[in-house]
């Protein structure tokens, strides 16, 4: 069964990207052949090799130019792939995007299933998403031929409430390997001792793009008053994107790679998650972000923006603030710090692992989506 992966994120290596790699590396061995189409050749650079020693195949997407002039190319570009190239499924993980809605179109033409599978949610108070998804909602729910989503914030933003409610929407959460993040207190020693974190010192990370949805500009501002207020303070930001240059050089040079490090994108991301105490997320708006999952497998305390959908709350560790005031974040990161003994990292595992989240169980549910799809061609 040939089946084509499109990302029609920004072109930046992101949950999205995880998500689609984790599905390859469960299926691709199970009568499944996967291909990726993406919107820039950044998306898959962690994985690159792998992907294309296994066979796969990765066609991205270039253009030049303004938005309008891109968005031609693109549906040129999109056009002449489908005449070349042939699929069972086409399976669209997208956010809100009107070329998400090209894909649909194009695809529709074809012999091939079409599933469209949200993995985002929109601005509370963004007139002009709000406008596009009143105009996008039901074109998505009548072009494609089956409708996942990875929560139910998700599916309601991306299909029509009759729809969602009655359940011709089916969610799939985001599968992870578990046992790849399960608390490891060796690891945890390790990377302490790379980056000379004490055990009186509390390590404070951000783990995503640096992009506007994921509001790295008021996690700097936190970790700025958290640097002023404390000097037992070690900061930790990974991910990449346009943003990354103004962050960084908002921190004093004399703090960078001694109290604030800035590490980019990192195949280990889990060996991040044992070394830290607290993992904040105070994103603008999200599906079901990955990282509250994996942070939450390895037993970090985990600090959620409130725009986050509560479905990302497992354990009784995490907890959910408003991404107004920097204070009040500071106030809860300095609360009491949780034991990082190992057997209380572990009991959190234990919790999340009885979850829907497990990739085993996820994959089974993708690939039933497929065969199903399949037999009806």
Known sequence: MKVLLVNTGDGSFDGV????FNWWKELSTQSVNYDFLTLASTTFNLYRSELLRSGSKIFDFKSRGNKISRNIQFVRFIRVFFSKNKYDIIHINTG???RSLIVLVMAKKLSAKVILHAHSSVQKNNLKQKLFRKLLVELFYRLSD???AVSKTSALTFFPKKYVN???VKIVMNGIDLNKF????DVRRQMREKYH???????VGFIGRMIY???PDFASEIFH???STQSNIKVFMLGEGPLLKKIRSSFATDLLNKQVFFVGNQKSVTCYYQMLDILIMPSRFEGLPMVAIEAQASGLRTLLSDNITKESIITDTTCMLEARDPNSWVQKILQKKMANSEPKRTAQFEVVRRTRFDITQAGISILNIYKELNEEK
């Open 17 to 20: 990207s995880q998500v689609e």
């Open 96 to 98: 809100m995007s009107l």
């Open 146 to 148: 089956a409708r996942l």
């Open 166 to 168: 009655n359940h011709q």
């Open 182 to 185: 399960k608390f490891n207190i």
């Open 197 to 203: 974190i004490k055990s009186s010192d509390l390590a």
């Open 213 to 215: 949805q994921k509001n």
């Open 225 to 227: 008053r958290l640097l």
